[in-house]
Nanobody, 124 residues
């Protein structure tokens, strides 16, 4: 079992930044990949970024490449999503997720445990 708690959402103007955090407890944190997904109103949940167990591999969806950075601190059992140059279309509830494997993936089914979500709103 893995428990995940996100924090760091909020309201920001376009062009601004937010840093999301996700604290994990339960299984050995470095043994599994972590990911961030988001869900905008009326849309399906979509993959945003993922990171392998030791942080050596990261991957992003195309719309956030160059603007978002995923990282993890295994000593603190925490994964982060630094979001820069935010756009109104980034507005969504952001969820962190614990993968089934060390390297994870970009599919919903690659992830086993989910946080409750944190709202990020970008105004124009």
């Amino acid at each position: 079992q893995v428990q995940l708690v996100e924090s760091g959402g909020g309201l920001v103007q376009a062009g601004g930044s937010l840093r999301l955090s996700c604290a994990a407890s339960g299984r050995t944190f470095s043994s599994y990949a972590m990911g961030w997904f988001r869900q905008a109103p009326g849309k399906e949940r979509e993959f945003v970024a993922g990171i392998s167990g030791n942080g050596g591999r990261t991957y992003y969806t195309g719309s956030v490449k160059g603007r978002f950075t995923i990282s993890r601190d295994n000593a603190k059992n925490t994964v982060y999503l630094q979001m820069n140059v935010l756009k109104p279309e980034d507005t969504a509830v952001y969820y962190c997720a614990a993968a089934r494997t060390y390297y994870g993936g970009s599919r919903f089914s690659d992830y086993e445990y989910w946080g409750q979500g944190t709202q990020a709103t970008v105004s124009s």
